[in-house]
């Protein structure tokens, strides 16, 4: 099976700052798809094949990547953005999940 | 709107089997695969299997092939997974969750598994 690492675990940005989260696949993979998840809440469908924002994203959040390489990036860092962030792929069976990111408010 | 709604928390003994429900509103569920993911914070996300309602075939993650069985009630737009001979290793919390091509759009609220004598 596929695979995620997500880096970094953990990481803290202040309001207005730049965040880039990444996504290595151990197999190339056509597509990711991002989830965000609050504390104490179920997942939500966040960034969909690759740079697709679902909808009610705001539009500071983008995703990129291709191959083994992905990211997720947020433009200006905002209060609610303070959640943990999934990868996951698709492409090749079974679905696999990244380990995730906790993205933390400073 | 999707809304995917699970049944309550749930305790077990160990050995014992548990069935969790996933009622499902704003859509029918036999226009959509609806999937099973498992939850522990020391291991993330893992994938189950998924459940065609309209003609109920499955597909599960090797890992879950004995463990894991997907059901659904097309007249009542639930869901159903059923989960066998379980273990303190079951004690989690398992989402469903729609399918939408290859990524999932929809979730429900997440039923927490306690296994414990």
């Known amino acids: 099976e596929i695979v995620l690492t997500q880096s970094p675990t953990t990481m803290a940005a202040s309001p207005g700052e730049k965040v880039t989260l990444t996504c290595r696949a151990s197999?190339?993979?056509?597509?990711m798809h991002w989830y965000q998840q609050r504390s104490g809440a179920s997942p939500k469908l966040w960034i969909y094949?690759?740079?697709k924002l679902a909808s009610g994203v705001p539009n500071r959040f983008s995703g990129s990547g291709s191959g083994t390489s992905y990211s997720l990036t947020i433009n200006s860092m905002e209060t609610e953005d303070a959640a943990t962030y999934y990868c996951?792929?698709?492409?090749?069976?079974?679905?696999?999940f990244g380990g995730g990111t906790k993205l933390e408010l400073k | 709107e999707v809304q995917l709604q699970q049944s309550g928390p749930e305790l077990r003994r160990p050995g014992s089997s548990v069935k969790l429900s996933c009622k499902a509103s704003?859509?029918?569920?036999?226009?959509?695969?609806m999937h099973w993911v498992k939850h522990r914070p020391e291991h993330g996300l893992e994938w189950i299997g998924w459940?065609?309602?309209?003609?109920?075939?499955?597909k599960y993650a090797q890992k879950f092939q004995s463990k894991a069985t997907l059901t659904a009630d097309t007249s009542s737009n639930t869901a159903y997974m059923q989960l066998s001979s379980l273990t303190s290793e079951d004690t989690a919390t398992y989402f469903c969750?729609?399918?939408?091509?290859?990524?999932?759009?929809?979730w429900g609220q997440g039923v927490m598994v306690t296994v414990s004598s």
């Open positions: 969750a729609r399918g939408a091509s290859y990524y999932y759009d929809g």
């Open positions: 704003g859509y029918s569920i036999t226009d959509y695969l």
């Open positions: 459940i065609d309602p309209e003609d109920g075939e499955t």
């Open positions: 197999s190339s993979v056509s597509y």
């Open positions: 094949e690759t740079s």
């Open positions: 996951q792929q698709g492409s090749s069976y079974p679905p696999t």
